[in-house]
């Protein structure tokens, strides 16, 4: 069964430092979304991607993030200088096309800022 | 006001009940209903998900959306202990549109 792969499972970097989240969607979705879950928090949106562009992100999303389809299978999320409040799970997803709005997710990268 | 309103539990059911899982919402054009469940420190699974209103019946799981109430709800009957997880329900407006999540409720099921 198709699924989002996402890596690596555990990222731990020093605050200042930028990260790169890596995802691998489902191959024939078109739409690719990043969440991110505070320990014992709710999953939040920061952003959705489609055809190539940020379609619609939260105020999470601020100017320290962004988005790139680097080739034809991967999916990242940068953090460019991380800060201890970055500390979460990151999930990313992706679903099928205009007639299916449904998100499968990956089993996230936990990000440690220290 | 939150987007969606889930209670968090902890819930708690010896094995073979029927268990009940609720979401309430305040957006109204909110038609995709899904049901994700969460083990601990992985990623949402999804269980199941309903456009509009009605219900659905996949095995031992039956999700229910009121669109009228903007309330919707997740029973599990004969509840096993595998069924232990955190549910989380999700909604969105349409296609490619952000889901919004509630805080999710912790359920353990005891032999």
């Known amino acids: 069964e198709p699924e989002v792969t996402q890596t690596p499972s555990h990222q731990v970097t020093q605050m200042g430092q930028e990260v790169i989240l890596r995802c691998v969607p489902i191959?024939?979705?078109?739409?690719f979304y990043w969440y991110r879950q505070i320990l014992g928090q709710k999953v939040e949106f920061l952003v959705s991607?489609?055809?190539?562009?940020?379609?619609?992100k939260s105020e999470i999303f601020d100017d320290q993030f962004s988005v790139e389809r680097p080739d034809g299978s991967n999916f990242t999320l940068k953090i460019r200088s991380t800060k201890l409040e970055d500390s979460a799970m990151y999930f990313c997803?992706?679903?099928?096309?205009?007639?299916?709005?449904?998100?499968?997710f990956g089993a996230g990268t936990r990000l440690s800022v220290l | 006001q939150k987007e969606v309103e889930q209670d968090p539990g902890p819930l708690s059911v010896p094995e073979g009940a029927i268990v009940s899982l609720n979401c309430t919402y305040s957006n109204s054009a909110f038609q995709y209903f899904m049901w994700y469940r969460q083990y601990s420190r992985k990623g949402p699974e999804l269980l199941m998900y309903t456009y509009s209103s009605g219900n659905k019946e996949d095995g031992r799981f039956t999700a229910q959306v009121d669109k009228s109430s903007k309330y919707i709800s997740l029973f599990i009957r004969d509840s096993q202990p595998s069924d232990s997880a955190t549910y989380l329900c999700?909604?969105?407006?349409?296609?490619?549109?952000?889901?919004?999540f509630g805080t999710g409720t912790s359920l353990t099921v005891i032999p």
């Open positions: 191959s024939n979705h078109l739409y």
């Open positions: 991607f489609y055809n190539n562009e940020i379609s619609e």
């Open positions: 997803a992706s679903s099928g096309g205009q007639a299916e709005n449904i998100q499968y």
């Open positions: 999700a909604m969105s407006g349409g296609s490619g549109n952000q889901f919004y």
